[in-house]
């Protein structure tokens, strides 16, 4: 039988979610609307009854929230802004152990979606902006400090309007990041690391 439950968050409209699970425990992490002020809200619930609050992380300098995801113990925040990527907490203590880290000097657009590969985070760009291709923006752990950027380009064709990424294991494990876009038809590329050194691309029409 299902149950459906309504909550009253007294907040704006919710930007981007994630189920944080710690053993026998489940969390769901809410990113909410901007509040007028360029600034945002994030808060940490039980999965299981969303009145149980564990973290109320208010006034985060950004336009909007517009993606998360987990690795090593902190939770990393893809977010509009004009200088920042994008902000990393503590699981545990996230009023305690944060940080934030700038835009790199390649890109001029704040990425809408982020994944982790068991060793790394990508955060991808959309490629909206004139002249500017779609990118993956790779980095390090903890502390968000950026690893390379990989513009989503080859042989004259190039990425733009990216709508989406996923990633299939760690790179350097054989695994790859795949961007779809919102075109028609919707182009994807598959990103995975060069034998050589670097990195390889590939784009398909999805026809």
Known sequence: MRQFKSFQFGKKQVTAIHLQEDGEHRYLWIAFNNNGDGTCDLRKVDAGDFTQIYADITGIDC???NDMTEHAGYLYLAVDDEIRLGYYYSLSAPLITN????????????????????????FLTPGLASGEPAKIIKTEQYNMSIDTVIDL????DIITNAIGITVNGALASGGSLW???????????????????GYSIQITDLL
């Open 63 to 65: 336009n909007r929230i």
């Open 99 to 122: 940080g934030s880290r700038g835009k790199t000097l390649y890109t001029n657009e704040s990425p809408i979606r982020v994944v982790y590969d068991g060793t790394y985070s990508y």
């Open 153 to 156: 380009q080859i042989s004259g």
């Open 179 to 197: 961007v779809v876009t919102g075109d028609n038809p919707a182009k994807l590329a598959r990103v995975f690391e060069a034998s050589g050194g």
